[in-house]
């Protein structure tokens, strides 16, 4: 039984549903059959009555002139019409009004004049029925242990009776008729079954389908992301719609959850990366500031050979390079500007164009700015300069680069987005960090000082894929209260 | 001139048809004498009309009661019957002729019972049984038992404890196969003639005994039939067994032939007849 309860409701519910139509078939075929039996035994009393009615009246005469040999002739032309019909006539009987048989159409078991009930169990029995059956009625008597079943019809004629008619059928004739009835009905519930049972079970599995692709998903999450629910697989509101929009909700959540975490995850490495640069900063700065001004006072000393001289150039062009690149992972956003102003935009779209000449792009350009924005412009200038010749870099040959710059909800919207080759989940995870540089010839810091720009202006910025395969950039910087 | 002589000529013929058709003879036979061979009979109708340049029509009757009341209305003009028939009607009927059954004019009472029943050697074995006759006019079916059982001082109306009548020889062999009666008694010619077509059935049955001879049922003719008639059937029927076709139709009948009847030939049946108190 566990086992059979254990199953998947891909089976399960079929089986169930199956189980239920054989029994359902079952008791309508059991009740079919109950009822063919009785039908049976009805219309066989029917035609018997039938057969004895028929004789009443020729038979009356007979007796009446005391024609035994016509008697006789009737009965046994009735027993052998009657057994070409439907009911198998074994016997007719007539008998006296003292239960005394005068013909037979089987003179030897039943001979004439031989007492009724001294003919066997049955005829005692119908003897019984005979003397209480009062009616001018024929009555159809079933023993239930006898091979036989009998019709008893009077003879008689205005309330005078000359006697009883007999007719002795073989139940042979019930089970052949009762079993061909009875086919018929099973073959009917045959053909339900077939018709059913099909049915049931693809519904059986149709129903049981989405269950089971939820229940696999359910098992998977935790592990890994499940695929996609096709979104047409169940499209009704009852309790499973219901599972399936409350599944939805929850991979979306945990989705978000995730996602979330990773947020918080990437920005406290940036953060203590953004630290841990700005630290080494400082730290080098101030060695690095006594050096160079070392190296400057030394360059003024003329008693210096060439070599030195030479030395001394090489050593403050390392130095300087190390200040460059000490000043770039040391972002300070901190530093006072003037406000950004829709002149500034107009300047970086100047700055700009002429580097994509090259690739001839189609850049879209759409600035909704129509006033001052108290943000710093220097830092806005750069980061809207380095996202746009990231997209520039990134965009294919005749490919398209657009930017859109709004003011929504008390923020500074910045979008850019190009054509290029899309990033993967991997390179995007790790876009921000400084040295991070996914083509040729960069140096991997634009977007680190772009994201340490926007972190420290109390934004955000975040990387996705738009539809007909582009990379959009989107930075939000809220407007300081006023 | 032509259309009137064609006219004429309709007439005439239609009304002569109608006239035949009124003057056929009637020859009346009971179901005891048919034996259910009616093809046979009207085979041999047609043969007698051939003969007799004359119509005939045979009419069935169950019984010879019958037979005689319709020849009393004249509605009847020959009859085969049997001789009791015959002679409790002498005085309106006369004799034609005899049929010839292996060289005699005469037949027997068989009386038969089951051939299961191997003990019963007489008549008056049957006490208390249930017997068969033919018809209450038949000398073979049912005078010659009766007439035994009162020679031997036994009342026939209480010796079997029922009698009934199956007015058909042909029924008592059947009513007695099958057990509905113990024993039968009929005309031996009849036995005799279906053990030649239906053994099987004959051999279900016992010829107990047979009893003397007695004339064979002859055909009579009625009294107010025209001597003519009544002698130009009489030529024609003697004249079967000297003619091909009529010698065949006596042969499926089982019989040789007819001859002229004579009175004589009844004195048995008469003198039983006297003795019952029938006549």
Not at chain 1, 247 to 262: A, G, H, P, R, V
Not at chain 1, 374 to 388: A, D, E, K, V
Not at chain 2, 226 to 253: E, F
Request: net charge neutral; charged share 20%.
């Amino acid at each position: 039984m566990k086992i059979f309860l254990n199953l998947s409701y891909r089976y399960k519910i079929p089986l169930w549903g199956s189980l239920l139509i054989i029994i359902s078939v079952l008791i309508a075929s059991a009740t079919f059959i109950g009822n063919t039996y009785h039908q049976v035994e009805k219309d066989l009393a029917i035609d018997s009555e039938k057969l004895g009615y028929s004789l009443k009246s020729s038979l009356y005469n007979a007796l009446l002139q005391d024609d035994i040999w016509r008697a006789f002739e009737i009965v046994t032309e009735a027993s052998q019409r009657g057994s070409s019909s439907m009911v198998l006539v074994e016997n007719i009987l007539i008998i006296d009004n003292n239960q005394r048989v005068i013909v037979s159409t089987q003179p030897r078991q039943t001979p004439m004049f031989s007492e009724l009930k001294q003919l066997g169990a049955d005829f005692s029995e119908i003897t019984h029925h005979v003397t209480q059956w009062n009616s001018e009625q024929a009555q159809t008597i079933y023993l239930p242990d006898s091979k036989h079943y009998y019709s008893i019809t009077p003879i008689s004629r205005d309330h005078t009776s000359l006697g009883t008619l007999i007719i002795v059928h073989s139940k042979d004739v019930f089970l052949p008729l009762f079993a061909k009835n009875a086919r018929n009905g099973l073959l009917v519930g045959a053909i339900i079954l077939m018709i059913l049972l099909p049915f049931n079970w693809y519904w059986g599995q149709r129903m049981a389908f989405p269950l089971v692709q939820l229940a696999a998903r359910m098992a998977q999450l935790g592990k890994k992301w499940p695929d996609d629910l096709d979104p047409n697989l169940y499209e009704y509101h009852d309790e499973l719609g219901l599972l399936y929009e409350a599944y939805n909700q929850l991979l979306n959540d945990l989705k978000t959850k995730e996602s979330l975490e990773m947020q918080i995850v990437k920005s406290d490495r940036l953060a203590a990366l953004g630290q841990l640069a700005a630290g080494i900063a400082h730290e080098i700065n101030n060695p690095l500031s006594g050096m160079l001004m070392s190296i400057d006072t030394l360059k003024y000393h003329t008693d210096t050979s060439p070599l030195t001289q030479k030395t001394i150039s090489l050593i403050e062009r390392g130095l300087m390079q190390i200040k460059d690149t000490v000043a770039a992972l040391l972002v300070e956003a901190t530093t006072k500007s003037r406000n950004l102003a829709p002149l500034d935009i107009e300047d970086v779209l100047k700055l700009i164009t002429p580097m994509s000449g090259k690739k001839n792009l189609h850049i879209t350009w759409h600035a909704s700015l129509t006033d001052e924005v108290p943000l710093p412009s220097t830092f806005i200038r750069q980061i809207l300069i380095n996202l746009l010749m990231n997209a520039i870099k990134a965009a294919a040959v005749q490919g398209e680069v657009s930017c859109d710059i709004d003011i929504q909800d008390a923020k500074l919207i910045i979008s850019v987005s190009n054509d290029g080759n899309m990033l993967n989940p991997e390179q995007i995870s790790h876009l921000f960090e400084p040295f991070c540089t996914f083509s040729e010839g960069g140096h991997g810091l634009g977007l680190w000082v772009t994201y340490q720009i926007v972190t420290q202006l109390g934004g955000t910025i975040s990387v996705k894929k738009e539809p007909h395969e582009h990379m959009n950039f989107t930075v939000k910087i809220p407007l300081p209260a006023v | 001139m032509k259309t009137l002589t064609h006219l004429i000529l309709a007439c005439t013929l239609l009304f002569s048809a109608v006239i035949a058709q009124a003057e056929s003879f009637k020859l009346g036979i009971t179901s005891a004498t048919a034996r259910g061979q009616y093809a046979l009979l009207e085979e041999w109708r047609d043969y007698l009309q051939i003969k007799l340049d004359h119509p005939v029509e045979f009419v069935f009757r169950d019984s010879y009661l019958e037979l005689l009341d319709l020849m009393k209305q004249k509605k009847l003009d020959f009859a085969w019957v049997s001789s009791p028939a015959y002679l409790e009607n002498e005085q309106k009927m006369s004799l034609l002729v005899t049929p010839v059954y292996k060289g005699h004019p005469f037949d027997h009472a068989y009386l038969i019972v089951p051939a299961t029943d191997q003990r019963t050697q007489s008549l008056f074995n049957l006490k208390n049984k249930v017997f068969a006759y033919v018809d209450p006019d038949s000398s073979t079916g049912y005078l010659d038992p009766k007439h035994q059982l009162k020679l031997a001082g036994k009342n026939p109306e209480r010796f079997f404890k029922k009698a009934f009548f199956t007015r058909d020889e042909q029924k008592i062999v059947a009513a007695v196969a099958i057990g509905l009666a113990d024993a039968g008694s009929m005309s031996g010619f009849a036995w005799d003639t279906l053990a030649l077509s239906r053994p099987d059935i004959t051999a279900q049955t016992r010829v107990v005994s047979k009893s003397a001879a007695y004339g064979f049922p002859p055909v009579i003719v009625r009294n107010t039939l025209s001597q003519t008639d009544s002698r130009k059937m009489q030529r024609v029927l003697l004249d079967m067994k000297n003619d091909v076709d009529g010698l065949k139709l006596l042969q499926r009948l089982n019989i040789e032939g007819f001859i002229l009847a004579d009175k004589k030939l009844y004195e048995g049946v008469q003198r039983m007849m006297i003795h019952m108190g029938d006549l």
